[in-house]
């Protein structure tokens, strides 16, 4: 974190450079040619002494700030005679999509919950199941818990997930 002014375009520039350098060779790792990734350079400012940032496109320090000013000003209803403090640097890559080509073969296994438990007004004990473990043209219907790495799904009874209503997948 420092003051916006105490930067030149050429210091913000070259550390969004690194960032870009470091990101297309992750990228390049994971098969998607560099020269097919789109780059997104923005920075967080905020008002030196306040806690919350807006998330400006990097366009040169002069046009970020004005930028700034004024989406403050749309934000919060006011803007400040007071300097501009640099957060964080952000960069975003994005490469074009890939297919992934499922198996296209319904699951031979019913689907088995990992664990039961209880929750309120359910009068049966509710199956959990993993996520990852379910596979297309498995049936599963609520209530029932679908847990997986980044989020929980609550599935309501008489409910049946999209991949469960096809025969297969293809």
Known sequence: MQPLDGL???AIETALDTLAEEAL???VEEGVAAVACELGRSLDLRYLGQSYTLEIP???RSLTAEVF???H???YGHDLDLPLELVNLRLSVQGPGTVID???TP???PAAPFRHCRIADESVRVGCYQRDELAPGQELSGPAI???QVATTWLARGCRPEWTRRATCC
């Open 8 to 10: 030149s375009d050429e």
């Open 25 to 27: 060779a992750l990228m």
């Open 58 to 60: 990097w366009s040169g």
């Open 69 to 71: 000013h004024k989406r």
């Open 73 to 75: 000003a749309e934000r």
């Open 102 to 104: 499922p198996a296209c």
């Open 107 to 109: 699951a031979d296994r």
């Open 146 to 148: 679908i847990a997986e």
